[in-house]
């Protein structure tokens, strides 16, 4: 399959292809690499949000 | 029997939706859903809670990128889970074919009204070459919803 790199389009059998990942508190993160000899030609990264952490609080105000 | 105060769960669903307008408000074109767009910020960038519009200070450059960033998939309609008002976009936001360094940040905003900033979350720093860059949403729920009126 032929996929974009910054050498254009490149079959991707012919790069070595690394996997990485990383869990984080809010996130994981995955990475895939491709490299053409030693050169990195692609880098493409997938963040899964976990839990954004971003919560407003209503508060009903009350007479004293 | 007795009464409590509280802040009306439905309400703070409500207010994600434009229902309620307790100051003066905007005139609207109609009453779809606004245009909500995402744009990246590199981690050196200053962006927080107390951004009140879209702003290209900070924000990641690269090939295949356009400043502004791209629209959020919004099929979904915030709700009420709960007691807490909800809302998350309906599908990953992605930016494909880009080289990207070092950004950690998202700014959300409100495009159809002046840019109105929403919120900024951040994540790892994350650099793409020649590649895609996808920020899948997280469990649409009271737990864990992007946007969280507890």
Same mark, same amino acid.
């Given at each position: 399959m032929m996929i974009h790199t910054t050498k254009g389009s490149l079959d991707e059998a012919t790069l070595a292809r690394t996997l990485g990942f990383e869990e984080r508190p809010r996130e994981f993160v995955v990475w895939i690499e491709y490299r053409l000899g030693d050169e990195l030609v692609r880098r493409d990264a997938h963040v899964i949000m976990k839990d954004p952490g971003v919560v407003a609080t209503a508060i009903a105000g009350e007479f004293a | 029997m007795s009464n409590v105060s509280g802040m009306c769960s439905s309400f703070k669903s409500e207010i994600l939706k434009g229902i309620h307008a307790l100051g003066t408000s905007v005139v609207r074109?109609?009453?779809?859903?606004?245009? @909500?767009?995402? &744009?990246?910020?590199?981690?050196?960038?200053?962006? =927080?809670?107390?951004? %009140?519009?879209?702003?290209? +200070? =900070?924000?990641? &450059?690269?090939?295949?990128?356009?400043?502004?960033?791209?629209?959020?998939? /919004?099929? !979904?309609?915030?709700? %009420?889970?709960? +007691?807490?008002?909800?809302? %998350?976009?309906?599908?990953?936001?992605?930016? %494909?074919?880009?080289?990207?360094?070092?950004?950690?940040?998202?700014?959300?905003? /409100?495009? +159809?009204? =002046?840019?109105?900033? @929403?919120?900024?979350? /951040?994540?790892?720093?994350?650099?793409? !070459? &020649?590649?895609?860059? !996808? *920020?899948?949403?997280?469990?649409?729920? &009271?737990?864990?919803? *992007? *946007?969280?009126?507890?």
């Open positions: - | 074109a109609g009453t779809g859903a606004d245009t @909500i767009k995402a &744009a990246l910020y590199l981690a050196s960038a200053s962006r =927080g809670a107390g951004d %009140t519009v879209y702003n290209s +200070t =900070g924000e990641v &450059a690269g090939s295949g990128y356009t400043a502004g960033g791209v629209a959020v998939t /919004n099929a !979904t309609a915030p709700s %009420t889970s709960g +007691t807490t008002g909800i809302w %998350t976009p309906s599908a990953s936001i992605v930016y %494909t074919s880009v080289t990207l360094a070092a950004f950690d940040a998202v700014l959300l905003y /409100n495009s +159809t009204q =002046g840019d109105k900033a @929403i919120s900024v979350h /951040n994540f790892g720093s994350q650099t793409v !070459t &020649a590649g895609t860059f !996808t *920020l899948t949403m997280p469990v649409h729920d &009271a737990s864990n919803a *992007l *946007l969280r009126i507890a």
